[in-house]
């Protein structure tokens, strides 16, 4: 059906159609494509903060301070301003307005680090319902840091992590939790999730997923503890039993595959080397004999089986490490396992990744993909459900209903269209399999639900800028924003860096994309890698 | 039927149109009742302890039970098919099958 563009025109359509079943938010959404930041203002005189990003509900942006150490909180607001001549439309626009303050107005400014501590300026998480945020602090990284305490050998340590929740409103700190001689992956909020009130932090040094829950008086309040233990008394229960086991007998101790129960902890002897493994990873290795044993009538088979697929690989099993959880819904985990060396390395690309979905009620591990392997469960089942799913992946949460709205391979046919044309265009299955769930499991929060990303509105390159908040190489071309549909006309560029262009193409330089989720504001921060000052445009609808 | 349709007060184009409409009388009410269908089996009646609740645990999660349950459960069948394609619904199928590494 043809849809008139004329914003006039689709102004008396909303007032005499209603939209179809289930699709008035899309219809709402479709006005963006009328009203789009298409000028830009160069050069913004701006405090020298490195700009983080705006909330998803819009009201507030922002920053850290250059030294890394405050926390500066703005309001968005816009630009007003009075002008006397008559065709004030096409008049230039006031001095003013190349300030920041005039779009943006400070809240407060809240020391977070202390002296040798650094607020770590990737890491952000957005409680909306009761605007709370989380923010994180952190010492500096020790390299090469002792195995003590059931640390994991190879993995970093730091000495105090800290993560801070705090009122936005005010800039209140309501509550802390540190933690210390850890490793949790900081970058892009990696290492922790938030799914409603219920956040999962990964130690990666002591191989934890701590469950912690947010309550609306603005404590953390920690839940479980999942790694070592499942259930909340199993510690409790093993100390207990393993004062009446020493007493009794001193067995040898050996490397039994695993305990087969289901539901019981296995008794733990209270040896210095432990023999027996505990917690999850019993969970994951009993999942996994249970499903070669399944596979096979026949006994020898069976054993055969499990000779060829376990205990060949058995060592490799037990050495996998956490790397990365998710929330499914508040029961279930989506776990990414992988080894040591794949957790500390920035390019997890050469290293295989293992997937569990966990169940932290029934502490029941429900599903486990390894890397593409013809033998066995294997990823290419998990990326077909992710293809066919990806949204659930997604969490979607009723505090954040915007969530439905972010395009995905599952919610939009352009993006469907892309996946599959890559998937065509792949040399090798099994590595477009590995390339697709190296995102898995998702980084909280990391996309941004502005409306000008929605595929089914706007087509730009993916390279350039996406609702992925991370920094792209910067290029002096400015980046277009088409139309999808007809007239497929170019609505508005953005531009980041100075307005004449770089002139100077030796240094390398980065962008990032700052965009407001309702209005048509966004702001592009263009940096080199030398601590030179950030230029700032903001890019609005005048 | 009833004095919302009283069209006669409306304005219209031609003041005769509508004019032979008489309204209903509200003191004495309309004496037709609406007619009312029975079933002439029972074979459609849901059974008497049914309740209808939505599945707690969301499509994706019940994906990954049933094929976590189907690896679980011991096989007395054919032992080379492990996948439960065949029993759930899985609208693009074809497009799953036809998935196969490009040579």
């Known amino acids: 059906m043809f849809r008139r563009h004329n914003i006039t025109a689709r102004i008396f359509e909303r007032q005499i159609h209603t939209p179809a079943p289930g699709t008035s938010i899309h219809r709402a959404r479709r006005f963006y494509e009328n009203i789009v930041p298409a000028s830009t203002i ?89 605007q709370f945020g989380l923010f994180a602090t952190s010492t500096a990284q020790i390299y090469d840091a002792p195995a003590t305490g059931g640390a994991i050998q190879g993995v970093p340590s730091i000495e105090k992590i800290t993560f801070h929740l705090l009122r936005l409103e005010d800039g209140v700190v309501l509550d802390e939790r540190v933690f210390r001689n850890d490793y949790i992956n900081l970058a892009h909020s990696m290492g922790v999730f938030l799914f409603d009130d219920l956040l999962a932090i990964v130690s990666l040094r002591y191989q934890r997923i701590h469950i912690l829950q947010i309550r609306d008086s603005g404590s953390l309040v920690d839940l479980r503890a999942i790694g070592e233990f499942c259930r909340e008394d199993d510690e409790l229960f093993l100390n207990s039993s393993a004062q009446a086991l020493s007493s ?4 040898a101790p050996h490397h039994t595959p695993v305990n087969n129960a289901v539901n019981g902890s296995p008794l733990e002897q209270p040896a210095q080397e432990n023999p027996f493994l505990s917690g999850i990873k019993q969970r994951l290795l009993s999942f996994i004999v249970r499903g070669i044993q399944n596979e096979e009538k026949d006994e020898t088979m069976r054993i055969q089986s499990l000779k060829k697929k376990f205990y060949f690989h058995f060592q490799d099993y037990v050495d996998l490490i956490i790397w990365k959880v998710q929330f499914l819904d508040r029961h279930h985990l989506l776990i990414k396992f992988g080894s040591v060396d794949g957790a500390v390395s920035r390019n ?48 979607p949460s009723k505090s954040s209903p915007y969530m439905n709205f972010i395009s995905s391979h599952s919610n939009n046919i352009h993006a469907l269209e892309q996946l599959r044309s890559s998937k065509n265009k792949a040399t090798s299955f099994p590595l477009f399999i590995k390339k697709v769930l190296v995102s898995l499991p998702f980084n909280c929060q990391s996309q941004s639900p502005s409306p000008y990303f929605d595929q089914s509105l706007f087509r730009f390159d993916e390279k350039l800028i996406s609702a ?75 | 039927m009833g004095s919302s349709w009283d069209v006669g007060n409306w304005p219209s184009f031609d003041p005769h149109n509508f004019s032979q409409l008489r309204p209903n009388d509200p003191s004495a009410p309309s004496k037709k009742t609406p007619i009312t269908y029975h079933p002439t089996h029972e074979r459609t009646l849901p059974p008497p302890d049914q309740v209808i609740s939505s599945e707690a645990k969301n499509i994706l999660l019940r994906q990954f039970y049933q094929r976590g349950d189907e690896k679980l459960r011991p096989k007395r069948a054919a032992p080379e098919n492990l996948s439960p394609e065949q029993e759930c619904k899985h609208p693009r199928a074809s497009f799953a099958s036809s998935s196969e590494p490009p040579k």
Request: with cysteine; proline share 7%.
């Open chain 1, 42 to 130: 160069y050069e913004v005189e701006c405090p020298d903060n490195s700009f983080r990003k705006f909330t998803e509900d819009g009201k507030y942006l922002i920053s850290f301070s250059r030294n890394h150490q405050d926390l500066i909180v703005y309001r968005p607001t816009w630009l007003s301003f009075s002008c006397k001549q008559e065709d004030c439309d096409n008049q230039p626009l006031p001095p003013k307005a190349k300030k920041f303050e005039s779009f943006f107005t400070q809240l407060y400014s809240v020391p977070l680090a202390s002296a040798n501590e650094l607020i770590c300026k990737d890491f952000f998480l957005y409680a909306e319902t009761n």
């Open chain 1, 468 to 542: 992925a908040d991370r920094h792209r190489q910067s290029t002096d071309h400015p980046i277009k924003f088409i139309l999808r549909r007809p007239p497929h006309t170019l609505k508005f560029k953005i531009k980041p860096g100075p307005e004449a262009g770089i002139t100077d193409c030796r240094t390398k330089r980065i962008s990032s994309f700052l965009f407001h989720p309702i209005l048509p504001l966004a702001l592009s921060v263009q940096q080199t890698l030398f601590l030179q000052p950030a230029v700032v445009n903001i890019h609005f609808r005048r």
């Open chain 1, 248 to 251: 009794v007998d001193k067995r």
């Open chain 1, 348 to 395: 997890a690309d050469n290293h295989p990744a293992f997937f569990a979905v966990y169940n932290m009620e029934s502490t029941e591990i429900i599903a486990f993909y390894q890397p593409f392997n013809i033998l066995q469960m294997s990823s290419d089942e998990l990326y077909l459900l992710f293809e066919q799913y990806c949204d659930h992946f997604h969490v």
